[in-house]
């Protein structure tokens, strides 16, 4: 149940507090950032292409910040699109204002407009990431994130001699707008893209490469790989000729060192490895490639190219036109490799693993559904039926009107109803549409079995919590066994905030809901959100100034 707290009483508790706590911070950096959205011309794969892009950059700026700080970032929207940006895995405690899904936390940044971020970082260390969170424009408005340790504090392994983002993507020669619009328009899934990226280029693999990263190192070093896949629909396999790596973080979360040669992303998730260059001196391949988990796999139409970027060692005896070494890459069918890393991953060793709460207060159960939908009337060229998708047999929409925290900060009725099914549906009821939260207690524990059908056709999703971090309790094949707790890790389990769901298996996951506001859990394959696979939990107020609601910033965009 929600306080009822009058709202002059709310605002002059929320005043007060924020007074304390502006003291509390007041000796904390500030990273000032302005991001100014623009169309880009670029010359990609013997095509010109508009894209849109921030500060003329793909990717765009880099955010550098050490835990603790505060961040601003002033977002001028000079493109013709409605736009959000979204700071993906970033908490947003008591900012909820500043998470940035279009029409669930606010209304978008209409074109020459702007509105300014403003959000802490604290407790929490890592390489994150930002994209914008409106339409298909992610493909291009996206950037890494990353919280170093402050100052006087130090990485829980060996410091690295080198840090490298790698943010891989993918491309369309087309306008990603004019992708979507097609899509939505005919009720069908979108075309895949062209090719991949690394750090914006697609490597010298591809007709008419024109530019190649690469990163040029010392012998006998150590360097930290900062890989994020802002990929908007593809699983990408990851891979450096002649080198392993020790995964030490995901999702900014600091995990036991894991050892492999083959990085799995889906789109949203982070990987920090450590690689030693302790190979013959030359040049090596990064090789990108899919990991199409679409089962059957004679159905899979995802993009089969290569992207690369290049590591060359620094030395005298390194030929510098030498072709360098290719990996060799995983079958982009082979679940067995993807499944081994994620399900291989765990939490930090004791003392350093964070306490997994052991008393569960909400019990949920979510199935996540494909199937299709009647054509609606702004679907010009759809017949009969479109592809849509569900959790629980919700096909979730976003309000037109007003963003639901809005709604909710207001108490405005009508805008959503707090009635998602805790359950899946009978089998045979019809998919319905609709604005469906969950709404949980301040500081209740949430545990979350998500059922990944075996039905055809079936492919993995990643599904992204904002606002929490959530602990992978146990991962499986085929349906889940309702009571059987015995396989979950209670000792040390991974910390995420995005989660691939397996083709055909589930996931149990749980999480502490201390953060009120509205929260938007959901497919992180962007394909997916407007067919309505997504759903928004509601975290009501607590008892304490610290733990409620703050209102609005004053500038924040008006729909």
Known sequence: MVIPWCSSMMRLLWFLFALLLSRSVADAATANYTFTV????????????????????????????????????EVINGSPYNLTIHWHGILQLLTPWADGPSMVTQCPIQPNSSYTYRFNVTGQEGTLWWHAHSSFLRATVYGALIIRPRNGSA?????????????????????????????????????????FTVNGVTGELYQCANDTFTVDVQPN???????INAGLNTHLFFKVAGHAFTVVAVDACYTANYTTDTLVLAPGHTVDALMV???????????????DSLSPTTMAVTDDTTATAIVRYNTTSTKKNATPVMPTMPQSSDSATANAFYFGL?????????AV???????????????????DSTQSSCSGKSVAAAMNGVSFRLPSQMSLLEAQFNRTPGVYTADFPDAPQPSGTP???????????????????????????????????????????????????PGNVSGYNLVDPVSRNTLAVPTGGWAVI???????????????????????????????????????????????PKC
């Open 38 to 73: 623009e169309s880009m011309r670029v010359s990609r794969l013997c095509n010109s292409t508009d894209i849109i892009a921030v500060n003329g950059q793909l990717p765009g700026p880099t955010i550098e910040v050490n835990e603790g700080d505060a961040v601003a970032v």
């Open 155 to 195: 990485y829980p392994f060996p410091a690295p001699d080198q840090e490298v983002p790698i943010v891989l993507g993918e491309w369309w020669s087309r306008n990603v707008v004019d992708i979507e619009s097609d899509a939505v328009s005919s009720g069908q899934l979108p075309r895949e893209s062209d090719a």
């Open 221 to 227: 070093t150590t360097v930290l790989l900062r890989v």
């Open 277 to 291: 260059t302790n190979a013959s001196a030359g040049s090596y391949y990064m090789a990108v490639q899919a990991y």
């Open 346 to 354: 765990r939490g930090p060793p004791s003392p350093s693993a964070p």
């Open 357 to 375: 709460p052991t008393k569960v207060d909400v019990n949920m159960t979510i199935e996540l559904g494909l199937g299709q939908l009647p054509c």
């Open 431 to 481: 998919m319905v549409e609709g604005t469906k939260v969950r709404r949980l207690k301040y500081n209740s524990t949430v545990e979350i079995v998500l059922q990944n059908p075996t039905a055809f056709p079936s492919e993995n999703h990643p599904i992204h919590l904002h606002g929490f971090n959530f602990f992978v309790l146990a991962q499986g094949l085929g349906n889940f066994t």
């Open 510 to 556: 749980r999480f502490v809901a201390n953060n009120p506001g509205m929260w938007f859990f959901h497919c992180h394959l962007d394909a997916h959100v407007p067919m309505g696979l997504g759903m928004v939990f509601a975290v009501d107020n607590g008892t304490t100034p610290d733990s409620f609601l703050p209102p609005p910033p004053a500038d924040l």
